[in-house]
C-alpha cells in the first residue's frame, strides 16, 4: 500500500520534456527539485553548447567584433568557440559552485549543480531567437562599434530598441531563476545562495586583481 501510494506521488510529479521548458519560466523551483530528484540529464550538454554559443554573440556585440571581421566569420568564431569554452566554462563554474558552496553546508555535488546551470540558462538561450531577426534585419551591424543600418527608420528603431529591453529582461530572469536553483540544489536560503553565486567570481578576480597589481608595482 505505502509502495503504491509512493509510485502514485512519483508518476503525479512526473514532468515531461515540454513541461520542463516551460515551467522553467513560472514554477523554477519545482523543475529543480525534478530534475534534481530524477537526475534528469536529457538536454544538458544541448542546452550547455547553446548557452556558451549565446553568450559568445554577446561578446562579440560587446567587443565590436564586426569592425574587424565580416558576418560569416563572427558567426563561425561564435558558434565553434562558444559551444566548445562555454560548455567548459560552466563545468569550471559548477566545480567552483560546490566547492564554495561547502563552505556554507551546501549539498550539491558538481553534476547536480551543472544540470541546475544549464536549465536555468533557459532565457539566455532564448536570446539567441532573437538574434536571428536581428541579423536578417542589420546584418553586421549588430556587431559593431556604431549601428548605422536602420538609417533612422522608425520601425527598424523601434526592433532594435525592443531587443535590447527584452535581452535584459531574460537576463535578470536568468539570475533570478539561477538564484533559486543554486537555494534547491545546495539546500540553502536565498541569502547564502546569492553569496555562493558570487564566491566563484571573487575567488578568480581577487587572485588576478593581486597579480597585475603587483606586476604593475613591479615593472614601475
Not at 571581421?69 to 563572427?74: D, H, I, K, M, R
Not at 566548445?84 to 567552483?96: C, Q, R
Not at 536549465?119 to 532564448?126: G, K, N, R, T, V
Amino acid at each position: 500500500m505505502i509502495l503504491d501510494q509512493e509510485q502514485s506521488a512519483t508518476e503525479t510529479n512526473k514532468l515531461s520534456d515540454k513541461e520542463i521548458f516551460i515551467k522553467i519560466w513560472t514554477s523554477p523551483r519545482e523543475v529543480f527539485k525534478y530534475i534534481n530528484d530524477n537526475k534528469y540529464d536529457k538536454f544538458v550538454h544541448v542546452l550547455l553548447v547553446l548557452a556558451g554559443i549565446a553568450k559568445s554573440f554577446d561578446k562579440a556585440s560587446e567587443n565590436d567584433m564586426g569592425d574587424n571581421l565580416p558576418l560569416l566569420a563572427v558567426i563561425a568564431i561564435c558558434v565553434f568557440f562558444g559551444g566548445l569554452f562555454g560548455w567548459i566554462s560552466y563545468f569550471i563554474y559548477a566545480a567552483l559552485l560546490r566547492w564554495t558552496g561547502s563552505w556554507l553546508n551546501g549539498k550539491g555535488n558538481t553534476e547536480s549543480l551543472l544540470r541546475m546551470i544549464s536549465h536555468a540558462l533557459i532565457p539566455s538561450i532564448f536570446v539567441l531567437v532573437l538574434l536571428i531577426p536581428q541579423i536578417l534585419l542589420f546584418g553586421n551591424g549588430i556587431f559593431k562599434s556604431e549601428l548605422d543600418a536602420y538609417g533612422g527608420e522608425t520601425f527598424l528603431t523601434i526592433v532594435l530598441y525592443s531587443s535590447i529591453i527584452i535581452e535584459m529582461l531574460l537576463g535578470i530572469w536568468t539570475l533570478i531563476i539561477f538564484v533559486i536553483g543554486l537555494s534547491e540544489i545546495q539546500k540553502l536560503s536565498i541569502g547564502k545562495s546569492i553569496l555562493n553565486m558570487i564566491l566563484p567570481v571573487l575567488i578568480i578576480i581577487i587572485p588576478i586583481a593581486l597579480i597585475a597589481f603587483i606586476l604593475g608595482d613591479l615593472f614601475k
